[in-house]
Every structure is written in structure tokens, then in C-alpha cells.
Nanobody, 122 residues
Framework: QLQLVESGGGLVQPGGSLRLSCVASGFTLKNYAIGWFRQAPGKEREGVSCISSGDSTKYADSVKGRFTVSRDNAKNTVYLQMNSLKPEDTAVYYC????????????????WGQGTQVTVSP
């Protein structure tokens, strides 16, 4: 079964850090671009970051300098390191896969995880 599973979310204070993981089963992540998206209550899903199969990375302006995306091919895992977290980062975070190159729109990704909740609050 082809599956993506996110983990690592939780409750953190402003200024804190979390590392999200996206683990693939049934397929090899290194052959895919992996995007991270987030959706806050009442808001549309937005792109946060992406890493291509060639390890090129992209970031939304709102997270540049604070978030870092990386992959560990041996573990078939992509990570999103989130530092200096702000209350406005609170959302459900999803990883998604598509072929080779990153894309902006969520509808261009065809495999999705179930999401992990990140809450940033004092």
C-alpha cells in the first residue's frame, strides 16, 4: 500500500522548535518531490516548503529562515525542521508527493499523508 505518514506535531511555546517527519511506505521517496502544506481552521491549505527529487528546496515567505526541509533517503523520510515558531504557524501540517519537481498548487500532488497537528501557544 502506497502511504505517507506524518509525525512530530504537538504543542509548543512561541519561539520553540519542532521537527516533523514524513515517512513513505510502498514507494521510494527519493524519486519524488515532497511538499509540506498546512491548513489552519477556517483557512485554505497553503504551501510551506518543498524538496525536489534533486534536493532543490523552496519555502513560503512566511517561513523562510525559520523552517528547513531535508530528506534522509536511507530512512525513506523527509523532515521539516521548524524553529522560532509563532502562533500563526498553528495548523495541521501535511506532506504530499509528486514526481521529481516541486509545484505550487496542492492539486498538483497526488499522494497525501493524514496530517499532524502543530499548536503554538503560550
Amino acid at each position: 500500500q502506497l502511504q505517507l505518514v506524518e509525525s512530530g506535531g504537538g504543542l509548543v511555546q512561541p519561539g520553540g522548535s519542532l521537527r516533523l517527519s514524513c515517512v513513505a511506505s510502498g514507494f521510494t521517496l527519493k524519486n519524488y518531490a515532497i511538499g509540506w502544506f498546512r491548513q489552519a481552521p477556517g483557512k485554505e491549505r497553503e504551501g510551506v516548503s518543498c524538496i525536489s527529487s534533486g534536493d532543490s528546496t523552496k519555502y513560503a515567505d512566511s517561513v523562510k529562515g525559520r523552517f528547513t526541509v531535508s530528506r534522509d533517503n536511507a530512512k525513506n523520510t523527509v523532515y521539516l525542521q521548524m524553529n522560532s515558531l509563532k502562533p500563526e504557524d498553528t495548523a495541521v501540517y501535511y506532506c504530499a508527493a509528486r514526481g521529481y519537481l516541486c509545484a505550487t498548487g496542492s492539486n498538483e500532488y497526488n499522494r497525501w499523508g493524514q496530517g499532524t497537528q502543530v499548536t503554538v501557544s503560550p
